[in-house]
């Protein structure tokens, strides 16, 4: 193959260097803010409102995520999950209560 095809196939050469733009991108903020859980507790396991405070906890945690708001965010996801955790023990013991007084009832012979 001639030089000059060789030349035109790699080609131009350039000796003055290009000024180059670094960007730098944030980490992608990783802090679960328990929506999916919050929303389930509030439709289905809602002991005194506490699954739909979770909710309301879990949609400020999600703004202050997408904000950038790191600390923030934790801290509204730390007091979500604290209620969904208290909203579903609360909602299990009231279902065995009931459960339990419904079957004590039955074995009693009164309706």
């Known amino acids: 193959m001639p030089k000059e095809q060789q030349e035109m196939l ?15 991108m944030p980490a992608e903020i990783s ?11 509030a439709l289905f396991m809602n002991f005194c409102c ?3 405070i979770a909710y309301a906890y ?11 708001d790191v600390t923030g965010s934790q ?3 730390s007091t979500a999950k604290c209620l ?4 579903l023990v609360f909602s299990i013991i009231m279902i065995i209560v009931i459960i339990a007084l419904y079957a004590n009832r039955l074995g009693s012979g009164n309706f």
Not at 10 to 24: E, L, V, W, Y
Not at 58 to 68: I, T
């Open 58 to 68: 879990s949609v400020k945690s999600r703004d202050r995520k997408m904000v950038g």
């Open 84 to 87: 969904n955790i208290c909203a």
């Open 75 to 77: 801290t509204y996801a």
């Open 10 to 24: 790699r080609g131009p050469h350039i000796s003055a260097s290009a000024p180059t733009t670094t960007i730098n």
């Open 50 to 52: 506490l699954g739909f």
């Open 31 to 41: 802090t679960p803010d328990h929506v999916i859980w919050s929303t389930f507790n």
